[in-house]
């Protein structure tokens, strides 16, 4: 069933995804123009940043830096517990998954509340988000009925989506009304107009940054674009690429807090800036366009891995393509390189990717740069030597693939085919065994020549 | 320990990210593709070049599932202010204080009736009860069936608390493509004097349940822009 | 398997070339490479361009070992003495749908096979040599044949080299996932311009003991009639 549902969530993203493209003229010119604005943004980030802190410092907002997530953490829990927080709404950001924000700001005592839909399930069924765009595109509309009669003591009967949203919202407007501090992510910081840029559909984004009297925006460094301008082209891209529109319902901007004589607004900004781990992705210079990333979701939309394996079986904040590229550089190498395996390389993820990150090829390089660090398998290592010397070796090459089909013949003709004995094992579990030939190419070549 | 700094200086992170940004940055990257040699001549054409914007608004506008009337004058547009009202459940109505809006809610016969209350932008934000807010807009954009609003249309709660939000705009305000609103944004300093801006297409929504497509989510779930001017 | 250089040397001999096989040659060192084993495979490059060295076209019954050559060659022999014989060999080296169609420039080569076929857009062939039309136009002009479009015929099959036996569930998953967009089809036949595609899928369709068979492009262009075979002057 739950293929099933990933399955149905991927081909309506098909449809809507191939109308959101009708709407641009020239997709690939699109795409070039994306991935200029973010080469020129990344190759002059400290410019870009500078650029930007200054404005909205200049408009009374605050900018903090934060080398990694501890310390990312502990500015937003000292911020909160200092001006008296005890409630947050929170709407979806990324960065604040990868550096856990949340079981910090609850240890503390305060009371985080997901606001985006998908999150708010997610939240209440304590598990993460399976997507980075639809966060409960695993669930289907029965489970979440019974979970908000459960976790909400909501007496909903029906589980049509509407009334369950309707439900959702009631729930949600106290939480908006009742904390101190909104706490957002951002799609981008515009670096000439000093302001944050947040796409978003629901309203929980704008009613988190509009509310409560505090409002933290937590981003990555490398969010940043030069230009309010290149919003022109990011935005219909972002939302192409994500869900198939043209543009997303709200496309927010947000240099600081409120002005004087204006009617509503946060009285304070915060933005916290997150590096761990970028500025030395940014180092290395054969992946640094992999800080390119506007988060769409388009290379999970369109690997066919994600959609038999699904978001949490990868464990990290970030899946998918994107995730396997990018989290050995944040979380290491050793640990996470077998998500670089999990792929067959195909390279849909590459060939969709609206900024144009090479990320099929980046995910070979994380495996020659796990092996060359020692981080795989001996055993494989010796096999592949191995392999190399049969390689180097023509009467090696060609004896063992003679012994080999032998061998497998004399395994099959006595049953043994799936057995523990069959080198072939894996494969025969799901496949019916490969036909042997009986005699190589190179064999009969040889044979054919000798006739003539 | 990092508390909320006046100075950038109290941040000690800073001096060394922007440290490790510069030395990574030192490190050359591979050289790019070669472009196209057309780009050098032409910029490509990224969108369609949009001929008839009150048109192509109009389409934008009803493939986002918002409402857009056009009225000739603003007896008309008052009539029409009239007609959505009086589908709305009694409750408080929201309007940005403007005198081009008092005019038009002097027009409006609904709001006299019993059981509205009006409550002007200059009094404080939109109640979390509110049945409508009625607004002005900065621009409206013809490329995305879009609705530029900004803090002094009213606050950034006004497009987004009540179940309704009304744009009284005139045809006027309408631009082509999204790279105009922009760049004239950034030519009028338009976030130098606001907070906030947002540019609104459609009505708030989620697909979040079985990628199933909900109108009214936390925002407004109806957006009617009453456009009153030639047509 | 041999079939599948047997016919590539019957249909390019069939239109005209004369074909070389080095008995030398082994393997372009993508298993290697693709497993992240750089050091190991270099040297089975280096190899290859100087087994290859002095052919005037290469022509591989396969995308994937295509790619090698020409998209990785270049890259993991950087450093090598053989880089400049791997550049100069990259750009001699085809995949025979795009040798035929490209270099050659024929796509009619007397074939006939009177059967519906359905074909699969192997992900080397498509995505790394931008190869799009070429097999289809093949295959239009092969008499009787019957050709007909799958769904998601761009979507992996799920072998991917070693993926395959890294992960699987999640190669058999996909492949199952190819097995019934072909099944959709009705197709007697699938083809692909990858044997290892082919061989991966007969696996799946074997297993689930459906009809349709996996032929390999070269295969299909091999075939002739009666009145073709006996037309053909010998080379």
Known sequence: MHREIIRRGMDSYDVAHLKGRARIKDWEAARQKCQEIKREAIDHLDRYLLQFEEKVIARGGHVFWAADSEEACAYVKNLATRLGVRTVVKSKSMVTEEIHLSPVLEKAGIKVWETDLGEFIVQLREEPPYHIVTPAMHLNRGQIAKLFREKLDSGITSDDPVDLMAVARRKLREAFFAAEMGISGANFLVADAGVIAISTNEGNGRLCTSVPRIHVVVTGIEKVIPRLEDLAVLWPVLATSGTGQGITTYGTLIGGPRRPGETDGPEELYVVLVDNGRSQLLADAEQREVLHCIRCGACLNICPVFRHVGGHTYGTTYPGPIGSVLTPHLNGIKEFKHLSYASSLCGACTSVCPVKIDLHHHLLQNRRNATAVGATKSSERMMFRAWRSAMLHPWMYALGGWSMRKALRMLYGLGLAGSIVDPMRVWNRYRSPVPLPSESFRARWRKNRAAN | MPQTEKAPTENSSRARILDRIRAGLRIAAPEPPAMVSERVIFEPVIFEPISNPLERFQQECAANLMECALTADSGASARRLSEVLQSLPAGEIFVQDDPSLRRLIEMTTELTAPGRVIRWSSEGPPAGASQATITLAEALIAQTGSILVTASCGGRGASVIAPCHIVYATTGQLVPDLTTALSRATQERILDRNSFACVISGSSRTADIEKILVQGAHGPRRLVVILQGER | ?235
């Open chain 3, 1 to 235: 398997m041999p079939e599948a250089a047997i016919d590539t040397v019957k249909v390019l001999r069939r239109i005209g070339y004369k074909v070389e096989y080095p008995e030398e040659q082994t393997c372009c060192g993508q298993p290697a490479f693709n497993t992240g084993y750089w050091d190991e495979a270099r040297p089975c490059a280096e190899r290859f361009v100087r087994v290859f060295k002095d052919a005037d076209l290469i022509v591989c019954p396969s995308g994937s070992c295509t790619t090698m050559v020409r998209t990785f060659y270049p890259e993991l022999l950087a450093a090598s003495s053989w880089r400049a014989d791997a550049i100069a060999l990259a750009s001699r080296t085809f995949e025979l749908s795009e040798f035929l169609v490209k270099v050659a420039a024929v796509t009619q080569v007397g074939a006939t096979f009177p059967h519906s076929v359905t074909y699969h857009a192997s992900c080397h062939g498509l995505r790394e040599l931008h190869i799009h039309d070429e097999p289809l136009q093949l295959l239009r002009q092969v008499d009787g044949l019957k050709l007909i479009e799958m769904v998601r015929s761009e979507e992996c099959c799920g072998f991917g080299g070693t993926f395959a036996a890294k992960f699987p569930e999640i190669s058999a998953a996909m492949g199952t996932s190819k097995a019934e967009s072909v099944a959709a089809t009705g197709a007697e036949f699938v083809t692909a311009t990858d044997p290892s595609c082919l061989m991966h899928l007969e696996g799946i369709l074997g297993k689930r003991h459906a009809p349709t068979r996996t032929i390999y492009l070269a295969s299909i262009l091999a075939q002739q009639d009666a009145a073709q075979s006996s037309a053909q002057v010998k080379p």
